[in-house]
């Protein structure tokens, strides 16, 4: 049901921005305290195609469930959540990629697709690359409700004998948000860590985000400025503003890498086996040592 039919969602505004089902239509409990007025709007919903009706906790108004022709989301939205989070509970296991900024997990996930392995790139999914500079050339971020539903459909269409690649993240990539067991069973699984040297991954940056729009770079660097000190990030953005972008990238690497080995450091609960340079660029190599994880 959920997916195939046009549905409405009876919560209030806040609560349908931060999650909804794949193409709900709002219709919050103030827009129908006429109940004729209500039964008028759900006959015009109804030609569109509308099937399927939702509040919270299944908890509809007095009246509603009398409504001809309408089905209704057992235990509303609460019910689907807690469906989908369980759903993460189970299935494949999960192999970590992780990484240094520019060493190439973005690249390496496609080669281990392209390799037959299982894979979800959650900045794909996302339309994020999960940082300041995470929605430089993005399309717009879906609502955080498909974002769970496109990853709930990939999750279930994966062989639960087989593991899935799945590039480390924090928690939020953008707008959007892991599904909390999902980051949990991230938080628990294997990594495999690519490395590379300082200069090669400087490289990969500044081919990647070198031509991005001037004005979007410096705007990123401005957000920066509590979290990395105001020198640096003044520093930062003088370079950049010189041309001196391999320098200018230098300075934002360096902030980079000390917030992802914090962040690994309090995230992180699984074993860590390294692929050293250049065999870390080799997918084969990194699908034989996951293999002893």
Do not use: C
Not at 135 to 155: A, C, E, I, V, Y
Not at 184 to 198: S, T
Not at 263 to 282: L, N, V
């Amino acid at each position: 049901m959920i997916g195939k039919h046009p549905i409405i969602d009876l919560r209030n505004s806040k609560a349908f921005r931060a999650f909804a089902l794949p193409g709900a239509k709002h219709l919050g409990a103030r827009s129908f305290r006429d109940w004729k007025a209500f039964e008028a709007e759900l006959d015009r919903l109804w030609s569109e195609g509308i099937r399927v009706l939702y509040d919270q906790k299944g908890e509809l108004k007095d009246g509603l469930e009398q409504l001809p022709r309408v089905q209704y989301l057992d235990g509303g939205i609460d019910a689907w959540q807690s469906f989908l989070y369980e759903t993460f509970e189970t299935g494949p296991s999960v192999i970590l990629l992780g990484g240094l900024t520019g060493v190439g997990k973005t690249d390496m996930l496609d080669q281990l697709r392209d390799a037959g392995e299982q894979v979800i790139d959650l900045e794909e999914e996302a339309q994020h690359r999960g940082s300041v500079f995470g929605n430089l050339w993005s399309r717009p971020q879906l609502p955080n409700g498909d974002f769970h539903f496109s990853l709930w459909q990939k999750w279930t269409g994966f062989d639960s004998d087989r593991p899935v690649w799945i590039e480390e993240e924090g928690r939020f990539l953008g707008q959007n948000s892991l599904p909390v067991t999902l980051f949990q069973r991230m938080q628990r699984a294997p990594m495999v860590r690519l490395e590379m040297p300082l200069e090669q991954r400087l490289d990969r940056i500044v081919a990647s985000y070198g031509q991005a729009p001037a004005a979007q770079i410096i705007t990123a660097i401005t957000r920066l400025t509590k979290r990395m000190g105001v020198a640096n990030a003044q520093r930062a953005r003088h370079f950049f503003e010189a041309g001196r972008v391999r320098d200018s990238f230098g300075i934002l690497l360096q902030y980079y890498d000390s917030t992802y080995q914090f962040r690994r450091d309090r995230d992180h609960e699984g074993t860590i086996i390294s692929a050293p340079f250049p065999h870390s660029q080799d997918p084969q190599f990194l699908i034989e040592i996951a293999a002893e994880l």
